[in-house]
């Protein structure tokens, strides 16, 4: 009996070389890390965290429907994808590590964006802007 398992064993291990099984997990692709970024994202308790920030009613609700839009924004969402995906790759440049990840998006600016997206970000942003107290905005 004790040759047969030992055989059996050997069988085992030449047909798992012979079949190329990795102990190497699956590549993580982009789309994974989008799925996995807005998952996140949505089981954060965003109305809680407004909410400690100062934000209250119509402000408050402005606040969450801009922070939704934000997230399911594919170019945005996107963005930070590559990002992370750059930098478990270690492939992120030394002066982005101090501003961290979405630094870089924040400097971008507002340029890039047509007379209406403007228009739209301005009108969002202000009612926002406003509903930070003196203490939030520091």
Not at 85 to 99: H, L, R
């Amino acid at each position: 009996m004790g040759v047969a398992v030992r055989f059996l064993s050997i069988l085992i291990c030449l047909c798992l070389f012979a079949f190329g099984v990795s102990a190497e997990p699956p590549e993580t692709g982009r789309a994974d890390v989008i799925r996995l970024l807005q998952k996140i994202i949505a089981q954060t308790p965003v109305r809680a965290e407004l909410e400690a920030q100062g934000f209250r009613g119509k402000n408050l609700e402005l606040a969450i429907r801009q922070s939704q839009v934000f997230v399911q924004d594919p170019g945005i969402v996107g963005y930070m994808a590559d990002l992370l995906i750059a930098a478990n790759a270690g492939q992120i440049p030394k002066d982005a590590e101090s501003g961290g990840l979405v630094q870089r998006l924040v400097d971008r600016g507002i340029s890039h964006l047509s007379l209406r997206e403007m228009q739209h970000f301005y009108l969002v942003e202000l009612p926002i802007v406003t509903g930070f107290s003196s203490r939030a905005c520091a």
